[in-house]
């Protein structure tokens, strides 16, 4: 393909090469976060006593909008784009803080008194943070849906790496960035893939700014000799406003990576958080917070759910299945008792008779169409509620709420030589991989998951995977 062929593909398909308008609607989406924030806070003061505030008020807080979206910005939040989950939960967080925090300190000045407006601005502010993530996501649905979102980008390299970029960037639309031009030098690699058009012409980075002013560059090209990167560091991809470079180590992926300097040479630091003891106080704080507050809320309805199994077949409500926890310690793993107690004994045949049941069963230690399931245990399950007792686990120091899923021995050897690295960590009820692909992902993808969490750990990331199982709980995405 041609630079002049490439103009007629690109421009009858975008228009737009700027983040302003995905910034715009995030501001947008953000307003109306901040705004229902603050009626869910009213609303809540209003309900305990209606004589204490007016709910219908909130609205003339307006005036401390524009306080947010300063704050937002200062914390990075726009465009907000190509932003880990988890550092966006991190940001929203603490500017929600800062901003409400700044408002009742204000109104405490001028009024002298710790009034109920003030008790409506803290609970504003406990809503705001799960509302923000759930309106910015609505809005993130409705620019993917109606095309009007995303920013087109130029991928530097045609190879296994500039694919995978190139397949992450089409199939996670929330990223943020559109691959409309990869640039490889090597005819080998094509005219197109994915439908991407592929320029081979590395050099023209110049021209295609002046163009089309797109202002986005991706490098994806681990390998290529460092004085052929420098010259199209220096020549090509210079022209772009701006742009990020995958390193040859691309498989490590930290986002808390940082800067060191060693007097001119560059170096990228990072630290296995899970290995440091304070660190691993403060996930076990979480566990238990969140274990022993949820479980008082859940607790009556968990005994009815044991009820339910009883009556549904003969066994017990609960089955204690054994896994691998931490460093291959066996535990039982507790969950609602979803198959038939003779379950074991109708797996082994069911291998023996179906060599397409047994290749699944290989695969993915998992059956589709499980006939041992009983009617209640297959709702249990695609709402994943028979994981629930594992909070016994959890309680017990034997699992996290997140972490790898815990396995059985005959997985151990798909993990390979991941295994020892994955498993020194407690085991979770929820995970990357679970909220991310659920049962509809292979190990390679688990472990891929897998190996993300444990290299970027941060209570931030954990506060995000027990956000989102709650919404993939809900959708019943990939249970089975």
Known sequence: ?????????YRSRYRRTSSFLTSTAFVIAD??????????????VNLYDMSAINFKSFVTYW?????????????????GVALAPSEGLRRFTIASIMTHGGIIFSRFVED????????AFIISCCFSIVIL???????QRILRKTRLGGIPAVIYGGGETGRTLVNHLLREKNTGYIPVLILDDDPATGDEYQGIPILHDTETGPEIVSRFNIKMAIIAMPGVEQKVLTRILSHSVSAFRYNVLIPDFFEVTNIWMSVRDFNGILG????????????????????IVVVIFGGIVVLPFLLLIALI?????????????TRLGK????FKAYKFRSMTIDAEARLKALLESDPEIRREWELNQKIKNDPRITGVGSFLRRTSLDEFPQIINVLRGEMSLVGPRPIVDAEVAKYGENYDRIFSVLPGVSGLWQVSGRSDSDYAERIAYDTYYLQSWSLWLDLWILLKTVEVVFKGKGAY
């Open 1 to 9: 393909m041609t630079l002049n062929d490439f103009d007629i593909w």
């Open 31 to 44: 307003l109306f976060a901040v705004m229902l924030s603050f009626g869910g806070g009213f609303f809540w």
């Open 63 to 79: 005036p401390y909008l524009p306080a947010f979206i300063l704050v937002f910005q200062v914390m990075g939040a726009y465009p």
């Open 112 to 119: 002298k008194e710790f009034d109920a407006i003030s008790v």
């Open 133 to 139: 993530l759930i309106c910015r996501a609505g809005m």
């Open 268 to 287: 990228l630091a990072t630290s296995h958080k899970l290995q440091m003891f304070w660190n691993l106080w403060i996930k076990r704080a979480l566990d």
């Open 309 to 321: 199994v009883k009556l549904d077949s003969p066994g017990p409500a609960l089955f204690g299945h």
């Open 327 to 330: 460093n291959g310690r066996p």
